[in-house]
């Protein structure tokens, strides 16, 4: 027996290996977790345009210029055409074909209409400043004479992506040999991605700097009026936009400081610039940091949360008893208890949620899938069940819940997830139920949910929500991770 | 007493050709298990039966394969099917993802484009050196991330290496088709010209070195066949169209014509990159390819059928006991070898494993269960379980696809 017992072992591993070939796949979400968590992976910045060095965002719905700004009645002027909703700076790049370049982009609430070209609707103006009072202009490109420009951040190069042109000239403040642009246009992701050459003194500044003021704002774009600039006039017309009265700047929506309101700039002093520093944000936002900061944070809720609950629940096979009992994990208990309140929406979540959990318990595939899918049955009508707010509320966070911690890429869930957590958040605030740092946690894990589906956009909008309510550290350091820097 | 022992027997006992039958049972239950459970029980309304489909048929080339021990024959015809009827399914996919199979400014800039395997030859060294993939693909949340494709290339590669190329890869399978129609070679290419294999290992060297520089995977832009049956770049400009010409006499020579002529898988034997780095993995791999040199009479049978050219007369005169880095476990060589000096095996596992009999001597039911418990665990069991298994769980969700697509095609006619 002695002589056998390596090739008895290289046997039964060989057996295992054979095993784990099914395994590796359906296990595959939490190996590719295991390796991300190594690895830290990312894509170079010559193809995403840079690593995102700043992020702003604009609120929807404020395209009014300073007042009640309206858009002409051409129908080539889609709602939110000019409505500016993020801009991002990124690091300078290298690329092989083009050279160096400094990309930003602009996220508009809507591009993508065919009728637009040729003519195009949309303006957007681009003034940067890389050296704050040292040199500079504070007079606008033609068709910008109505902009006015901090003294204290005069802008150095400036570009008009107008129209649907690839290419757009970069002009300089002291009046020199105009540079360029490559203007790429993404209509389904409604953006305009704009890389700069730094090729030029000014603009290669970029690359020595840290600093930057920006000044983005959008107006109308019309290709046969003066500046190709689409005039704003009392009233609407065809060829016009309305609600200008007092004939100030054609200016649509501004991009600006969170501290700044966008009505006071109809007569302002000057636009105020937007602050970025060309840091890598990776030099800036410390994840390690972060990660144990939210650790320790979702550590102290959860004892907290324990502490909350008090006392144990009543005998007596209670409702109340068969949620503690799935609480605390005894899925079986539960399971009994609950199955009692099936007629209930609420008794029938925490019954899904309980089948569903047995999924991660059993050592078998082929009933894991099973009790997930029964699981998510009995939330799924639970769901449509729901009669008042606490069991509308207790169904989706139940099904939610048990979303987020099933592999994705069996089961797909995660999508609906997204879309429960956030609306079990805003009925919770509704009603006045919920903390903000809750409320933001609940938004996190929405936004972690559709991240998990690859509803990348979608996702980024639900972490702009929560970071608008205050982002707990669990908030921050899943942001942080995903590049939304507020 | 004798009856039961002949039915026993009948049952476990191993074969010289082909498996006995309790291991064609035990292997298909398991292999059947996993393949209805991927294809049918993950899939939902009408991708059921396509599923179905998919299921029955892998699972019946996987039968006939241990029914008449003819490995390679079967394997062929899967890994050929898997090829073909992963294109409309990819394609379909690229277009409702993003709306036509072309590669755009989208898809690059908002980092889409599917990641290959032969992807990672080029980005290991630039990662390393410039913390950053070189290519735009999603790092996660689809089957064909950078991650996803990460722990699929990691598995195959420790458990068979270059086996990938024979039993999984989607691309090989074209190659095989070509090579497959007709039976006698226009063009001879024998171990005579095996040195062709090794511009493999220049190619890979090429598009590491050359990719590293500009930071762009060579390979994928401007040498890749197959991109003609995945996605590509419009031409429209100078580089662009020099890259799509490219394409298409690539596609057409290597993939085409070269295989045809030469009844041998010409592009994976001398252009892939991938090809090449995974021979090299075979080092580490789990499953190997012995050769018995005791047993070989040299009759250069093997050499003559390899597809890939890895074997040669001097190989069989030398005193190595695995097979050249560039074998591809496909399993040809086999197939016609009538000493069986050519056999699957497991790294530390000694050939010919036997469990000895105990001194006072077993009854012949016994002996036959402990004949039949080797045969179970031998490489020439598990070897093809584990990498048919594997390579029907990564095309099953194409093959599915196409076929559902079909059934949908058909329906609608009707």
């Known amino acids: ?486 | 007493m004798i009856k039961k022992n002949s039915l026993i027997e009948s049952i476990f006992a191993p074969r010289e050709k082909g498996a006995s039958p309790a291991i064609i049972f035990i292997t298909s239950l398991f292999l059947g298990y996993y393949l209805f459970f991927f294809n049918v029980l993950l899939s939902t309304g009408t991708e059921k039966i396509s599923g179905a489909i998919t299921a029955v048929f892998f699972l019946g080339l996987y039968i006939a394969m241990l029914v008449t021990g003819e490995y390679s024959r079967y394997r062929k015809i899967f890994l050929i099917a898997a090829s073909l009827l992963m294109v409309p399914a990819f394609i379909n996919t690229l277009i409702e993802e993003r709306g036509t199979m072309l590669v755009n400014a989208d898809t690059v800039i908002n980092n889409e484009n599917p990641f290959c395997h032969i992807v990672f030859t080029m980005t290991a060294i630039p990662l390393v050196l410039q913390k950053g993939i070189i290519f735009p693909a999603r790092l996660s949340g689809h089957y064909a991330s950078i991650y996803s494709m990460l722990v699929i290339w990691l598995s195959a590669s420790l458990i068979f290496g270059r086996g990938w190329c024979s039993w999984v890869c989607f691309y090989g399978g074209w190659d095989s088709c070509f090579s497959s129609i007709g039976k006698k070679p226009a063009l001879k290419l024998s171990y005579k010209n095996n040195h062709v294999r090794y511009f493999n290992f220049v190619m890979l060297a090429f598009v590491t070195l050359a990719s590293l520089p500009i930071l762009s995977a060579v390979y994928c832009e401007l040498l890749c066949p197959f991109k003609i049956v995945t996605e590509f770049e419009a031409p429209v400009d100078i580089f662009t169209i020099v890259a799509f010409g490219f394409m298409v006499v690539t596609f057409l020579t290597l993939v085409v014509v070269m295989p045809f002529l030469t009844k041998k898988r010409f592009q994976c034997t001398a252009f892939c990159p991938f090809g090449a780095m995974q021979s090299l993995i075979n080092k580490i791999s789990f499953f190997r390819v012995r050769f018995d040199k005791e047993k070989c009479t040299k009759c250069g049978a093997c050499a003559a059928v390899c597809p890939t050219l890895s074997v040669s007369p001097e190989f069989l005169e030398n005193t190595k006991k695995t097979m050249p880095l560039t074998c591809t476990m496909c399993g040809e060589c086999m197939n016609v070898c009538r000493q069986g000096a050519i056999t699957y095996s497991i790294w530390g596992l000694p050939p010919l494993f036997k469990i000895k009999e105990t001194a006072d001597g077993s009854s012949a039911v016994l002996k036959t269960l402990r004949e039949f418990l080797i045969a179970l665990v031998s490489p020439k069991t598990l070897f093809p379980c584990a990498a048919f298994l594997f390579g029907t769980i990564v095309s099953g969700s194409f093959v599915r696809e196409t076929l559902e697509l079909i059934i949908n095609q058909i329906i609608k006619l009707w």
């Open chain 1, 1 to 486: 027996m002695r002589k056998n017992i390596v090739p008895i072992c290289v046997s039964v591993l060989a057996v295992l290996f054979v095993i784990a070939v099914p395994f590796s796949f359906v296990f595959g979400e939490a190996l590719q977790g295991a390796c991300r968590h190594l690895l830290k992976l990312r894509i170079h910045e010559s193809y995403s345009g840079g690593r995102v060095v700043s992020s702003f965002y604009d609120p929807s719905g404020d395209d009014k210029g300073g007042g009640e700004f309206t858009y002409p009645l051409s129908e080539i002027f889609l709602p939110g055409a000019l409505d500016i909703i993020k801009y991002t700076v990124h690091e300078p790049v290298s690329d092989y074909r083009s050279g160096d370049y400094w990309q930003c982009g602009i996220v508009l609430g809507n591009i993508s209409s065919d009728k637009m070209f040729p003519f195009g609707c949309v303006r957007v103006s681009v003034y940067v400043d890389v050296d704050g009072a040292k040199s500079g202009s504070t007079q606008g490109l033609a068709g910008d004479e109505d902009a006015r420009f901090d003294p204290a951040h005069p802008w150095d190069f400036a570009m008009i992506i107008d129209g649907f042109s690839t290419t757009q000239k970069i002009y300089f403040s002291d009046g020199s040999e105009p540079s360029s642009a490559t203007i790429i246009f993404l209509p389904k992701k409604n953006r305009i991605l704009a890389r700069v050459l730094l090729d030029n003194k000014r603009t290669g500044a970029l690359l020595a700097g840290t600093d930057s003021w920006h000044y983005v704002f959008t107006k109308g774009y019309d290709r046969l009026s003066a500046g190709g600039v689409l005039p704003v006039k009392e009233t609407e017309s065809l060829r016009s936009g309305g609600g200008n009265p007092d004939g100030g700047p054609a200016i649509y929506d501004y991009l600006l400081p969170r501290t700044t309101a966008q009505s006071g700039q109809s007569t302002p002093d000057y636009i105020a610039p937007l602050h970025c520093s060309f840091k890598s944000a990776a030099a800036r936002i410390d994840l390690d940091a972060l990660e144990t900061e939210s650790a320790a944070y979702l550590k102290k809720k959860s004892v907290d949360e324990k502490d909350t609950q008090g006392a144990p629940a009543p005998e007596g096979g209670s409702l109340q008893q068969g949620i503690a009992f799935f609480r605390e994990g005894r899925l079986d208990e539960a399971e009994k208890i609950l199955t009692a309140f099936s007629q209930t929406s609420e008794g029938l979540a925490y019954l899904g949620a309980v089948v569903a959990s047995k999924g991660g318990k059993t050592e078998s595939t082929f009933e894991a899938v099973e009790f997930v899918n029964e699981g998510f049955e009995k939330m799924d009508k639970a769901c449509a069940m729901a009669q008042n707010d606490i069991e509308y509320i207790t169904a989706r966070l139940c099904r939610a819940n048990t979303a987020i911690e099933i592999p994705e890429e069996v089961f797909h869930k995660c999508a609906q997830g997204a879309h429960d957590f956030e609306e079990a958040a805003l009925k919770l605030r509704e009603l006045g139920a919920v903390s903000d740092a809750d409320f933001s946690d609940m938004l996190v894990k929405a936004a972690i949910c559709a991240d998990k589906a690859g509803d990348f956009a979608y996702s980024e909008s639900l972490f702009i929500k929560a970071g608008s309510a205050g982002f707990t550290p669990y908030g921050k350091f899943e942001a942080a991770k995903r590049d939304i820097i507020l």
